[in-house]
């Protein structure tokens, strides 16, 4: 708020018609709610007079101020003195009479016999709201990859090969003779074996995939607000709104 009402001193203050008026000079606040409700236009030679414009309907716009009100209106503005540091009940009525403005958006005026009989104190109590709210950002990165690695494996594989085998049988008495004569015999047979022969074959053997899902979770959020409290001293009595309520 106090960065709001610093950028107003200075602005330019363009009338409805896109005409330059003059520069912001003083800024009043509401007295009940503490934002910006009037401020000042310096106008005539070097500035000198200044009259009061209503920030109703009113937008700035970088150094520029733009109000709803015609040059000639803000100028033939009623006199106020602006060395008060506030304006009375009657000057700010007269104010919005005569621009025409009820003021909708602040409290209603109080009249100057309420002013003067004093019989009411009314005040207004603010209290602070925590706003939660989500926002989505990078939590982080998923990637897929595959890459190649060796790995040493055995098996067991049974293997057969042949063997020679000599078998003597005695030849008998009485028994058939083949052949009786000396000479010179050779005959040959062919031994096998079995050995392992290592193959490699590519087979597919497990497909993987990767998706991401919205998974929900509850999570509380905490922080400190402030509000305001009423209490009324009655000569010395000293009673706290908020206890009395609970009572």
């Known amino acids: 708020m106090q960065t709001e009402i610093r950028s107003l001193f200075g602005c330019d203050v363009i009338d409805a018609d896109g005409r330059h008026v003059g520069k912001v000079g003083q800024v009043f ?84 016999g309420d002013a003067e009989t004093g019989d009411d104190l009314d005040m207004t109590r603010s209290e602070e709201r925590m706003r939660v709210r989500k926002e989505t950002r990078e939590a982080g990165h998923v990637r897929l990859r595959k890459y190649v690695e060796t790995e040493q494996v055995q098996e067991e594989i049974p293997l057969e090969h042949d063997e020679v085998v000599i078998e003597r049988e005695p030849i008998s008495e009485g028994m058939p003779l083949g052949g009786g004569e000396f000479e010179d015999d050779e005959e040959s047979i062919t031994l096998y074996e079995e050995r392992p022969v290592v193959g490699k074959e590519t087979r597919p053997v497990e497909r993987v995939r990767v998706h991401k899902e919205r998974v929900r979770e509850d999570e509380t959020v905490r922080g400190d607000v402030r509000r305001e409290r009423f209490e009324v001293d009655s000569e010395g009595t000293v009673v706290d709104e908020e206890d009395e309520r609970r009572s």
């Open 29 to 112: 606040l509401s007295d009940r709610t503490g934002e910006p409700e009037w401020v000042t236009v310096r106008t005539g030679m070097f500035g000198m007079k200044q009259t009061f414009v209503p920030l109703i309907g009113a937008r700035r716009s970088g150094d520029e101020l733009r109000v709803p009100f015609g040059k000639e209106t803000i100028k033939d503005a009623p006199n106020v003195d602006v060395d008060d540091d506030r304006l009375t009940l009657e000057e700010e009525a007269g104010l919005y009479r005569y621009y025409g403005l009820r003021p909708s958006g602040v409290p209603s005026q109080r009249t100057p």
